[in-house]
């Protein structure tokens, strides 16, 4: 199984210039999330999804947005690219039934991206 | 102040020797996630913890949730070359099914392990 796939790996984007991450999920899990890791830093919440049509803002949802028109992928967009997001993005996903039911969190390889 | 704390922030150790990480939290855990990162790679999931006095092993690994869930250890038992890496801990700090994924990071402990 591929699990959760993001692309591309590597992108340098100048100041203002826009760009779309990928991720896709085969495991047919309703819950996606984009988060970003920072140097010395845990991950902080962008935005995530429970469903297909639905979308909500995380904890540091300033220059993005997102999509899930399907199941199986959540791309996150930035519209106006700025030094501040120079950072790793990364994509995860749970198959989330009720609160009991394990609820392991599968994570993308990451996506390094520098603004320019 | 972090909602979610994590020491030590690195830790270098001889192979052979056992190790502990804590992770602390200012909120009650509904849940508590632990991965793996290795430098420039993704996150690989370890345990998660939901009970509190909740302990699981894997390998050489066990974490443990406290009783009054608000804080985990991740133990590492005669540690290995293989288990050098960044370890992260994450939170679910809220009750309700939507908030499973919508974690709290620690700032991750780095380990060095030297053969």
């Known amino acids: 199984n591929a699990g959760v796939t993001q692309t591309p790996k590597f992108r340098i984007l100048k100041i203002g210039q826009s760009m779309t991450l990928q991720c896709t999920q085969d495991m047919n899990h309703n819950y996606m999330y984009w988060y970003r890791q920072d140097p010395g830093m845990g991950l902080k919440l962008i935005y995530y999804s429970v469903g297909a049509g639905i979308t909500d803002k995380g904890e540091v949802p300033n220059g993005y947005n997102v999509s899930r028109s399907t199941t199986e992928d959540f791309p996150l967009r930035l519209e106006l690219a700025a030094p501040s997001q120079t950072s790793v993005y990364f994509c995860?996903?749970?198959?989330?039934?009720?609160?009991?039911?394990?609820?392991?969190?599968?994570f993308g390889e990451g996506s390094w991206l520098t603004v320019v | 102040s972090q909602e979610l704390e994590q020491s030590p922030q690195s830790l270098i150790v001889q192979e052979g020797k056992n190790l502990t990480i804590n992770c602390t939290s200012s909120?009650?855990?509904?849940?508590l996630y632990w991965y793996k990162q290795k430098y420039g790679e993704g996150l690989i999931f370890l345990m998660m913890?939901?009970?509190?006095?909740e302990e699981k092993s894997h390998e050489k690994i066990t974490a443990k949730l406290d009783e009054k869930k608000q804080q985990s250890s991740l133990h590492i038992t005669a540690s290995q070359p293989s288990h050098a890496g960044i370890y992260l801990c994450g939170a679910v700090h809220n009750a309700g099914g939507t908030s499973y994924g919508k974690l709290t990071f620690g700032q991750g402990t780095i380990l060095t392990v030297h053969p």
């Open positions: 913890l939901q009970k509190g006095g």
């Open positions: 909120k009650t855990l509904y849940g």
């Open positions: 995860a996903s749970l198959r989330f039934l009720h609160v009991s039911s394990g609820n392991t969190i599968y």
